[in-house]
Every structure is written in C-alpha cells, then in structure tokens.
C-alpha cells in the first residue's frame, strides 16, 4: 500500500499549477468531468482538497474508485425537503451508481 501523505504530495506536484482537474470519480451523474480547481484569484479552492483526498484515498489502495461517488444527492423524507449533498460518499455495492440513478 502506497503512502497517502506521499500521494498527497504526488497530486500537490502534479496540479498545483492546473485551474482544471479530469475527475475521475463520478460527479453527481456525470462520468468524465472537467471540475476547476482554482478560485478567481488562483488559489486552491475546495475542489482542490476534496479532489487531493480522493486521489490519495483511492491511489493508495485505501478504497477502490468503483465504490466512491461525489456530489451525491439522497432525498430527505419530504419531497419538498431539499436534498442532503455531500461532496463524497463510499458505498459499500459496486452496483451502487445504478441504484442512484
């Protein structure tokens, strides 16, 4: 198993300069997405951090991308309720992306 600090620093060196980040985990319902990763002044933003941890959550051996969403919605109980949104979410079925849709 690789070490997640390491990892984190792997993805510090390897897109601290880049505005855009490739996801590589589903957003939402979205495979293949594009996210910026950098706030109007050029700072990291929170994209940047979410994205930090999963990469070296999921490169490290930690988890397998498969079971990660991000940007998951999950309805409360009144369907006039806004839905609860969290900005990962690991499942424990590797069916769990065609249960969501």
Not at 64 to 77: M, N, Q, S, V, W
């Amino acid at each position: 198993m690789k070490s997640f600090t390491k990892l984190k620093q792997k993805y510090d060196d390897k897109y601290c300069n880049q505005a855009e980040f490739d996801c590589f985990l589903s957003e939402h319902l979205t495979l293949g997405k594009k996210t910026n990763v950098k706030n109007k002044a050029g700072k990291n933003n929170e994209e940047y951090y979410k994205w930090q941890f999963l990469y070296a959550l999921v490169n490290s051996g930690m988890y397998a991308k498969d079971y990660i969403g991000t940007e998951i919605h999950f309805p409360k109980g009144n369907k006039s309720s806004a839905p609860i949104k969290f900005d990962a979410a690991i499942f424990d079925d590797i069916e769990w992306f065609d249960y969501y849709k």
